[in-house]
């Protein structure tokens, strides 16, 4: 319907053209961060260079659209027994286009229970959320995810 | 500003709304993550915070004395707030309440815009978890007054795009979406907001009420901003309030 | 040294002996990158963060973390733990200007 497309392309130029984000990281030209990283040199660092294999044990679960870039929820779960010969070592989070690609590395033990862990993160803008697992065994699972954050809003 | 461009700037707006687009609607499993954060809400410190500052004046017992009712009518009275209250003859919320009751207890009440008194109410309001709002609006005519004034409030343009409460939030917008936000209706009956504020504000990163929402949102549609605890304000929670009559509260609430 | 607010919370609130719980440490705390600007002077606010969290049950550590500035603000830390006796959890986390903060809870398994 031509009206709505007429309304939907006002929105979207609306939308472009709203008020600075009250993330002010979240804009161009940026100071870098203490500790300015890449996601390829961050994955490289936890791997040392091994790659790591997709695999359905590790559940990622983040928003496909975040209300807002300050707090997103991100939540890893890994399907393991947790058994001292058998065990998730850690869970890396990682952001794709932050200064700094590492959110955080989660060393876990078998006294863990079960292998989770979940936060909130801030995301600059759209981009993947990546969960690198470390099991046990020395390999290494990957699950990645696009999450497209929206900076808009009255206020 | 001339009437004119007043009403050019106002159309101008109203036809920058768009239909809410997949685009920008969160989808129902998204809605659910946000939820389930509400599990470790950061304003559960803040209430807590707000139940020692309350503890330090004596606790539910010693409010529900100053109120006049008794412990276990206490959550069910504060889920009818704001209400006229005879000892200041005047329709009063319960931030207001607790700056009087730290008035008679001779300490210096906390200001009404303090992040204090913002998770002392956050507490306060959080006794009455689980009840259903039952504001009165037809106690006694101050609370009719105010409710009039309240909706009065919600509907008059004012400010430079001549913009109301109801330009943005009535059911003829509604579902629209403005800066990417689709836009809730307020003023509808059976709008929930009231029972979820106060609330944490995850763009802020803090402690927010219902008020003090207000006034970010007058200051973003360029109107004047209205004090926390003035008539005007205190009467338009009375309105919203009385949309929200019958809805579970919920305190602390998870907003944007 | 700034007197944090922090909250352990355990879900279910009652378990018993064996039972694998869920368990958050919450904090307010800025997690400031070092990038933002203070909105009235205009100024870069400088880095301050949580860079690291550790778990430690009845004096074993369970978990530790190594952590960003990409958190959140009042960061929110959730695992899961097993129970495995009465004692306590005593969460500990360091930022980079050296701050230090310690929170414990009480673990008392039913039956």
Redesign the interface.
């Given at each position: 319907m031509q009206r709505?497309d007429f309304?939907?392309?006002?929105?979207?130029?609306?939308?472009v053209a709203?008020?600075a984000p009250?993330?002010?990281?979240a804009a161009d030209a940026?100071?870098?961060?203490?500790?300015k990283m890449s996601y390829e040199t961050a994955l490289n660092a936890i791997t040392g260079g091994k790659t790591p294999k997709k695999s359905s044990k590790v559940k990622l679960?983040?928003?496909?659209?975040?209300?807002?870039g300050?707090?997103?929820?991100v939540t890893v779960t890994v399907d393991s027994p947790m058994t001292p010969d058998n065990y998730v070592k850690a869970i890396h989070i990682l952001?794709g286009k932050?200064?700094?690609a590492?959110?955080?590395?989660?060393?876990?033990?078998?006294?863990?229970?079960?292998?989770?862990?979940?936060?909130?993160?801030?995301?600059g803008g759209t981009q993947n959320v990546t969960a690198v697992v470390e099991l046990s065994n020395g390999d290494f699972l990957i699950a990645s995810q696009s999450v497209k954050v929206?900076?808009?809003?009255?206020? | 500003m001339k009437t004119g461009i007043k009403i050019a700037l106002s159309v101008a707006l109203i036809?920058?709304?768009?239909?809410a687009?997949e685009?920008?609607?969160?989808?129902d499993?998204?809605r659910a993550?946000?939820a389930?954060?509400s599990e470790n809400n950061p304003a559960d410190i803040m209430v807590a915070d707000g139940e020692e500052m309350l503890d330090d004046m004596g606790g539910d017992e010693a409010f529900a004395k100053y109120l006049g009712v008794s412990e276990d009518d206490l959550p069910a009275y504060i889920a009818g707030f704001p209400r006229y209250i005879k000892k200041f003859d005047m329709v009063v919320g319960l931030d207001q309440v607790m700056q009087a009751m730290m008035y008679d207890r001779g300490e210096k009440p906390f200001k009404l815009k303090s992040k204090k008194m913002f998770s002392l109410l956050a507490y306060v309001k959080s006794i009455a978890n689980g009840e259903k709002i039952n504001i009165d609006i037809n106690a006694n005519p101050q609370m009719k007054a105010a409710y009039a004034l309240g909706e009065k409030t919600f509907m008059t343009k004012r400010g430079g795009r001549g913009l109301a409460c109801n330009s943005?939030h009535s059911s003829d917008v509604v579902g629209r979406?403005?800066?990417?936000?689709p836009l809730p209706d307020l003023g509808a009956k059976g709008a929930k907001s009231a029972a979820t504020w106060p609330a944490y504000r995850?763009?802020?990163?803090s402690l927010r009420t219902m008020q003090r929402?207000f006034q970010?949102?007058m200051?973003?549609?360029l109107l004047a901003v209205i004090p926390i605890g003035s008539k005007e304000m205190v009467s338009l929670e009375v309105y919203l309030t009385q949309k929200a009559k019958g809805s579970e509260i919920s305190i602390p609430g998870l907003k944007? | 040294m700034q007197e944090r607010k922090s909250l352990i919370k355990i879900k279910p609130k009652r378990y018993k002996d064996g039972e694998?719980v869920k368990v958050s440490f919450m904090v307010m705390h800025p997690?400031a990158?070092?990038?933002?600007?203070d909105k009235k002077t205009k100024k870069?606010i400088p880095?301050k963060y949580i860079n690291s969290v550790k778990f430690v049950?009845n004096g074993?550590?369970?978990?530790?973390?190594?952590?960003?500035?990409?958190?959140?603000?009042n960061?929110?830390?959730?695992?899961?733990?097993?129970i495995?006796g009465k004692g306590k959890l005593t969460v500990t986390y360091t930022d980079?200007t050296g701050e230090v903060h310690e929170k414990t809870k009480k673990i008392k398994p039913r039956g």
């Open positions: 709505r309304f939907k392309k006002l929105g979207v130029v609306t939308a709203a008020v009250a993330m002010s990281f940026k100071p870098a961060g203490p500790n679960k983040v928003p496909e659209i975040a209300e807002n300050a707090v997103v929820p952001n932050n200064s700094n590492r959110c955080i590395d989660v060393n876990l033990t078998p006294a863990n229970g079960k292998a989770m862990f979940s936060t909130r993160i801030k995301l929206t900076i808009g809003g009255c206020g | 036809t920058s709304f768009s239909f687009s685009q920008f609607s969160m989808s499993a998204d993550m946000y389930e954060m943005c979406v403005l800066r990417t936000q995850m763009t802020k990163s929402r970010g949102c200051k973003n549609a944007r | 694998i997690m990158t070092g990038m933002g600007k870069i880095a049950y074993k550590e369970i978990t530790n973390m190594t952590v960003w500035e990409s958190l959140s603000v960061p929110v830390f959730t695992t899961y733990m097993k495995n980079n």
